[in-house]
């Protein structure tokens, strides 16, 4: 093997995989994260070899030294992306090389190796093949795509780790609304922020979300769904949700999200609604909005919808906003006509039911 930009994988098919009939029994209702296939793939990294040893096995624990850096250090990233079954039983990915270039930008934040992006598609195009059996077909199912890499290197001591394991799971997940699309409640943290300027906050890395659990935690304590972030500064400004970013539409079409800044993760969906937004005819503004506007405007009813997105939920309409010194309404609770419009223009264009003008959609199998 070499450290080159492409590899050949080993396949080592699961001697024992699970039947048909239990997974069929699995894949009526596997809701989310907790069923997962046959297989993974990895590929491992080391200094002066480069990336090697690119396999494709049977999904299984990972034997570990508790001195792997990464239990110390925290040297984790990861990515997420959906494959959706085609009408004629193929398999596509939607914008799979956004994924592989911000993996990059994560591991450069996190002072580890970028996998290249050929590497990073093959393994998944590897993935899909081997338990492409486990893509759901029901309505709105897909197979759910997990790569992440994490310092495999045994030592203790604060440096970037000389050793890296890549790894591929997957995980068939059902419609994330089975009961129809429904608005959540956010609940804005006074206390907690989630990425500071000069963070992490635009990696994907685990650390993000270990930081952000103890909010989380407040937010259902409250009674919400889910934590809308302010910025660490200044707790002032809008900047996401946990795992999710954020979209005001006005009275006047106007759509605005808040500006990458650097603390916030750039969405693969935000970037594509901002597209297919443009195209509809919308404006759409990248600027700061301070949640004391938010409140105003969600009182004199020139906020109209508020909605978040990411790939596991798409488009989430936000209907109701928690703080520690009250609550407000968007909306009428239902979810809104351009938050509805936008999440039906993307879902066609990810499912093959509409054209794909921008060349997103990626057939693999
Ligand atoms: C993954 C993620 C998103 C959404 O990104 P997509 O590429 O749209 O799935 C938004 N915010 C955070 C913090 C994330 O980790």
Redesign the pocket.
Known sequence: MNGGDSLAFDVHPHPAPVTAAERAALLANPGFGRVFTDHMVTVRYADGKGWHDARVEARAPIPMDPASAVLHYAQEIF???KAYPTADGGVTLFRPE??AR?FQVSAARMAMPELPEQIFLDSLTELITIDGQWIPQAEGGSLYLRPFMFASEVFLGVRPASEYLYCVIASPVGSYFSGGVKPVTVWASREFS??APGGT?VA?CGG??AA?LLAQAEAIAAGCDQVVFLDAVERRYVE??????VFFVYDDGTIVTPELTGT?????????VIVLARQAGRRVLEQPISFDQWRADAASGRLREVFA????AVITPIGAVRHPDGEFAIGGGEPGRVTTSLRQSLVDIQRGDAPDPHGWVRRVA
């Open positions: 990515e997420g992306l956004a994924n911000r989630r990425a906050g994907k993000n979300y952000s996401e949700l946990g795992g999710m970013n916030i993760l750039p969405g693969i969906t935000r970037e594509s997105c990411g790939t596991a």
